[in-house]
């Protein structure tokens, strides 16, 4: 039986991650929780690290392995301070960026699922601002 994740690239291809993470960084510019997090001024950089990630992750080419090597999400993570807000704010843009890039049923469910959890997962900072 195979995990689902690993089908997600076969059904929505390199064109669905293109249109899902151009639609989350253009969301990530205007976001005032989310854009001082990020330290570099051009964010296509990000935007391609990402982009490499989820297609590894969801059953795509090894390409982010070979640039950067092992996830390692959490330690990746850990120089940004990331509470329950910039937590809340990530997965709301991420969900309206599935919707923009019209990512297809069964994908949508499965990566809908998968952001809300590693998302939550990455919070490092529990005190108020
Ligand atoms: C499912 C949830 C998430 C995934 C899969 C994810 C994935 C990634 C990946 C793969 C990188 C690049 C790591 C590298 O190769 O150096 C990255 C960087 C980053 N992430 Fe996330 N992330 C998630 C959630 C979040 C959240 C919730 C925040 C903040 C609220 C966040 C903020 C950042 C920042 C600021 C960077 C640095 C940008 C850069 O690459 O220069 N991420 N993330």
Do not use: C, K
């Not at 989820?54 to 392995?65: I, V």
């Not at 301070?81 to 599935?98: N, Y």
Request: aromatic share 12%; hydrophobic share 40%; net charge neutral.
């Amino acid at each position: 039986m195979t995990n689902p994740e690993q089908n997600v690239y076969t059904q929505i291809g390199a064109a669905g991650f293109e249109r899902l993470v151009g639609a989350f960084y253009r969301h990530v510019a205007e976001e005032p929780l989310l854009r001082p997090l990020y330290p570099e001024e051009d964010l296509r950089p990000a935007a391609r690290r990402l982009r490499l990630f989820l297609e590894q992750f969801f059953g795509g080419p090894r390409t982010y392995m070979m640039e950067r090597g092992h996830p390692r999400l959490r330690m990746r993570h850990s120089p940004f301070r990331i509470d329950q807000a910039a937590r809340d704010a990530w997965v709301r843009h991420m969900l309206a960026a599935l919707d923009e890039a019209e990512i297809p049923e069964p994908a949508y469910s499965t990566m809908r699922d998968y952001f809300e959890r590693t998302a939550t997962g990455l919070i490092n900072s529990y005190f108020p601002t």
